[in-house]
């Protein structure tokens, strides 16, 4: 009785009768809530009454009830009927995917993830597209290709800490799979993630010094850092140890740095013996110029240096000296003292600039000129004044000049950094690694039966592009024909794609596999794609051609009058009349009694008399007419029936 209900409510569903469908679901969901197949229909019923949301529900919890009972193809399509009406529902596509993988199609779990992926990149929804793709590399774990193209799709969309995170978890799996090409290919990019590992050692160094210039002092001791790692990678020890007095000048809190010096300096390479606290005092600032000249560094260490003096006017740091350039020129202390003092008096009275330069200033500057030409390596400026280049002693064009060699050096860091930098985000296109993803997958074969049962589901349900999706790629194997033939054409023609239906089925009508009563099917679904075209012609022509063989074959006959057909080919056979059946059967040892010649009656006597019929004579259907002679008794004995009785004669004489 339940399925007759079911069944019945679909009936009314596709009717129009939906108060008569919600009657017969009521009768079924009443006697259990947990019919999987009536919560559909009711999803089905909702849905033509325009309540999507109410319909996406009841599917859900059919899907639900389906699965639990392992009905896995009737559990898909509810969720194929929720996609169909959301597709950005990421959630519904994930539990998709998963319910194909139970069945058993991989390949289509696989490409329902990538519908969605599809949607959500046209749609900019970058997290959607990407948790897609995580997906279908969950699918195919042991694929590192695929994984690769995942992070270079990551790289395309600027997400660096997922792309990041997954080179790493890529490296250890192909470490384990012994897969040296990924490993080659991983290690051309993790370098690149910490922002510019191609740098030379000593191209660090500058922009470090540049970037300590500008007060980016974090920066500075960070490519100090990686110079110095460079460096005792190559076993240049004491550039390493030159390029960590450095860092301890600039920060001489830096315990890291401390203790990388001293462990170097137990390799036996001659440094210096300051600690860190007198390495501090090297680094002078101009208003305490006197203990500069009592600071000495080795001839090694001066050679190492770089000059960086910004102009006239102004030392940000005085360098060391050895005790023959003492002898040989005048006192560094005495040159910056005489040329700071000037110029904090020019600056305190607030004077105009000119053009006019003292003859002690020209003197002082070209003794300090002189003096850092003779000195090679002549150490940077650590501690720059807080006036700045810009507030130098302004005389003449100076001011200009300072400002340019400024901008000079902001654009020498900045065009480093961007030599830097730039590899470390690789420039990747997304829709070209979008596709380099797709054909990365390995795609394994599907079972054939499943799809086409799957198909021919999604076909009676209504999902005609589900079938079509399903069908795709098994229509062409001759053990599916003629169903699937017969599915794909159909799907077609419900969907309003007549030419494409004539095209597909017109050829399958030749092919010899398929026997001329299979091909009924297919003639009426070419007269109906012939009819949508308009083309009445060749749909009469189909038409009478089925009539020709099954006339009663659905509704050839209302269909080829409706096109305008006239005369129908096929005449039906006449029925021959029923045969006379008596209501009672004669006996079978009793041959049936012949019709008795008309005899003219004559006159009879005055002493003649009709005799009766005896016992002993079998009774007649048909009483005998009298007549002027009599008849004896057949001598053979009937048997009598037991189950009939005997009829007495009439006197009929009166005829």
């Known amino acids: 009785m339940e399925v007759d209900f079911l069944s019945k409510s679909r009936e009314y569903i596709e009717k129009g009768s939906f108060e008569k469908a919600q009657i017969a679901l009521r009768r079924v969901l009443s006697k259990d809530p947990k019919n999987a197949r009536a919560v559909e229909l009711s999803g089905d019923l909702v849905l033509k009454l325009g309540r999507n949301g109410e319909a996406i529900q009841r599917y859900e919890s059919a899907s639900d009830y389906y699965s639990n009972k392992n009905q896995y193809a009737e559990a898909i399509l509810c969720l194929e009927k929720i996609i169909r009406l959301d597709e950005s529902n990421g959630e519904i596509a994930i539990r998709l995917a998963d319910l194909y993988r139970f069945y058993g199609l991989l390949d289509r779990a696989i490409n329902t993830i990538l519908n969605l992926c599809t949607w959500a990149i046209n749609n900019k929804q970058d997290a959607q597209f990407v948790s897609g793709l995580r997906k279908v590399v969950e699918l195919q774990p042991k694929n590192l290709a695929l994984r690769f193209c995942f992070i270079k799709v990551l790289y395309a969309i600027s997400r660096l800490q997922d792309a990041e995170d997954e080179l ?95 462990e170097l300096k137990g390799s036996g390479v001659p440094v210096e013996s300051e600690t860190a606290g007198e390495e501090t005092e090297s680094t002078v600032v101009v208003e305490t110029p006197a203990e500069t000249a009592e600071q000495v560094v080795p001839e090694s260490e001066v050679e190492e240096q770089i000059p960086t003096e910004s102009g006239e006017g102004e030392t940000e740091e005085t360098f060391p000296r050895s005790e023959k350039d003492e002898a040989s020129k005048p006192s560094v202390e005495d040159i910056i003292d005489q040329t700071v003092s000037e110029a904090n008096v020019e600056k305190e009275t607030d004077q105009p600039e000119t053009s006019e330069q003292t003859p002690g200033d020209d003197q002082a500057m070209e003794m300090f000129e002189d003096l850092g030409k003779e000195i090679e390596g002549f150490v940077a400026a650590t501690d720059t004044p807080a006036e700045g280049p810009s507030e130098k002693v302004e005389s003449g064009g100076e001011e200009t000049h300072g400002g ?131 083309d009445f012609d060749n749909a009469l022509r189909e038409t009478e ?82 007549s002027t002679y009599s008849e004896k008794p057949s001598e053979k004995t009937i048997k009598k029936e037991p189950d009939v009785e005997e009829r007495k004669g009439e006197n009929i004489a009166f005829l």
């Open 545 to 626: 051609r089925i009539i020709s063989i099954d006339p009663h074959y659905k509704d050839v006959k209302e269909m080829y009058i409706l096109m305008g057909g006239k005369n129908i080919v096929y005449d039906e056979p006449k029925k021959e009349p029923e045969k006379f059946k008596p209501t009672h059967e004669m006996p079978v040892s009793m041959p049936a009694p012949l019709p008795e010649p008309f005899v003219q009656p004559t006159e009879m006597g005055p002493t003649e008399t009709i005799e009766e019929p005896t016992k002993e004579t079998y009774p007649t259907i048909i009483e005998e007419t009298p």
């Open 168 to 262: 790493k978890k890529l490296k250890s799996l192909a470490e384990e799979a012994g897969d040296k090409e990924i490993l080659e290919e991983v290690s051309k990019l993790l370098p690149q993630t910490d922002g510019g590992e191609e740098l030379d050692p000593k191209s660090r160094i500058e922009l470090g010094n540049l970037l300590y210039e500008i007060g980016s002092k974090d920066e500075a001791i960070v490519e100090f850092e990686k110079a110095v790692s460079d460096l005792i990678d190559t076993n240049d020890t004491e550039e390493a140890i030159s390029v960590l007095n450095r860092i301890v000048e600039i920060d001489p809190n830096n315990t890291d740095a401390i203790n990388k010096i001293n």
């Open 404 to 534: 340019t060699q400024l901008e000079g050096q902001i654009a020498d860091i900045e065009f480093l950094l961007n030599q830097a930098e730039a590899p470390s985000v690789p420039d990747f296109e997304l829709a070209q690694e979008f596709d380099a993803f797709r054909k990365a997958i390995v795609w394994k074969e599907a079972d054939i039966d499943k799809k086409l049962s799957l198909a021919k589901m999604a076909f009676d349900s209504g999902l005609y592009a589900t079938a079509l999706s399903y069908i795709v790629d098994i229509k062409g194997q001759k053990k599916t024909w003629p169903l699937s033939l017969e599915i794909n054409g159909g799907s077609l023609i419900k969907l309003g794609r007549y030419s494409e239906a004539r095209k597909v089925i017109a050829p399958a009508l030749l092919y010899e596999e398929i026997s001329e009563t299979q091909k009924m099917e297919l003639r009426y679904l070419l007269a109906s794609a012939y009819e949508g075209l308009g």
